[in-house]
């Protein structure tokens, strides 16, 4: 739990079912925003950091019905040594994963390195409240905005959720409109990293029932075509 919170504990859900507030809270992390194309995120990071290197960091496998696709994209600013794999680690590390049928962007993640004593949590903090606002959960350097479809604040854990297990996500129908925000804290009052996600929940479901769709499609169609078949005995 605590590797999840430290990593993982960020969500930013718009709300349709709230439209004022929706109008009052920004839609982007440093320009790319939920449901844009792979294109479109190439764009915006480029926008953001013009020496920014970009990759194609990891492909959905192919599925009954579903071909194999673009599943995120990594933005790397500044490569740090010590990286296992292609910019692994970077000061300005954005990660933008798409989903298997929309091939739309469904969650985006940012981390933020600080060089050593350069950069105060307090500082982190208040960047943080002008861009989002007050949050409605704070635990420690956690920081959670969480909304109903009412657009009633969500004060508790409830609605965090990470890419590493978006596979594995369970829909909480409460949770219409959330993002948060993780601050990694050294000695003193100085802050080393700071995590950061968008994700809509009302998004990925929809992806996760196109996929089922497809798949169960697929299947009924094989079935058809095998109606027919005997067995030579």
């Not at 590390?93 to 933020?112: E, M, N, P, Y």
């Not at 949590?121 to 959960?137: H, I, Q, Y």
Request: aromatic share 10%; with cysteine.
């Amino acid at each position: 739990m605590k590797l999840f919170r430290q990593l993982a504990v960020i969500s930013f859900v718009l709300s349709t079912a709230n439209p004022v507030w929706a109008a009052d809270k920004p839609s982007d992390i440093v320009g790319i925003k939920l449901g844009m194309t792979a294109d479109q995120v190439r764009a915006a990071l480029k926008a953001h950091d013009a020496n920014m290197k970009i990759v194609d960091y990891a492909s959905w496998k192919a599925a009954p019905g579903v071909p194999a696709s673009l599943a995120k994209i990594r933005g790397c600013g500044t490569p740090m040594p010590g990286g296992v794999g292609p910019y692994d680690v970077c000061k300005d590390t954005i990660d933008v994963s798409f989903g298997h049928i929309s091939k739309k962007a469904l969650f985006i993640t940012r981390q933020l390195r600080f060089d050593r004593n350069t950069m105060l949590v307090k500082n982190v903090v208040d960047s943080l409240a002008e861009k989002f606002g007050a949050p409605t959960f704070i635990r420690d350097t956690t920081q959670i905005w969480a909304y109903g479809a009412d657009g009633a604040a969500i004060k508790n854990l409830d609605c965090a959720i990470s890419d590493m297990n978006l596979p594995f996500a369970e829909h909480r129908a409460h949770c219409a409109n959330v993002y948060s925000a993780y601050i990694r804290q050294a000695a003193g009052n100085f802050a080393t990293e700071m995590f950061v996600n968008i994700y809509q929940s009302k998004l990925f479901f929809e992806e996760q029932a196109a996929f089922n769709n497809a798949v169960n499609a697929d299947r009924t169609e094989k079935e058809k075509a095998a109606k027919e078949n005997k067995v030579k005995l």
